[in-house]
Nanobody
């Protein structure tokens, strides 16, 4: 069992940077593929970035590639999402997610553990 708590959301201006954190409880974090998803108002939850259990393999949605970086610190049971050059289109609730697998995955159905979400609002 893994419990996830996101932090770091807030209101920023277009072009700014921000970092989201996701702290995990439970002893299985080190063996868990993790990801960030986001959901904008009126839209489906979409994949943002994923990372494997060691932090060696990561994937990104095309919309954030080159601007966002996913990373993890297994010693701190923490997942990060560094976001730069933020755009109004990045406005959403961002969710941390944990898989039952070690590998990273872009598929929402591979993730069984979800945080409550943290809101990011980007103003132009």
């Amino acid at each position: 069992q893994v419990q996830l708590t996101e932090s770091g959301g807030g209101s920023v201006q277009a072009g700014d940077s921000a970092r989201l954190s996701c702290t995990a409880s439970g002893r299985t974090f080190n063996n868990t593929g993790m990801a960030w998803f986001r959901q904008a108002p009126g839209l489906e939850r979409e994949f943002v970035a994923a990372i494997d259990y060691r932090g060696g393999v990561s994937y990104y949605a095309d919309s954030v590639k080159g601007r966002f970086t996913i990373s993890r610190d297994n010693a701190k049971n923490t997942l990060y999402l560094q976001m730069k050059s933020l755009e109004p289109e990045d406005t959403a609730v961002y969710y941390c997610a944990g898989s039952m697998k070690r590998a990273s995955s872009t598929y929402r159905n591979d993730y069984v553990y979800w945080g409550q979400g943290t809101r990011v609002t980007v103003s132009s």
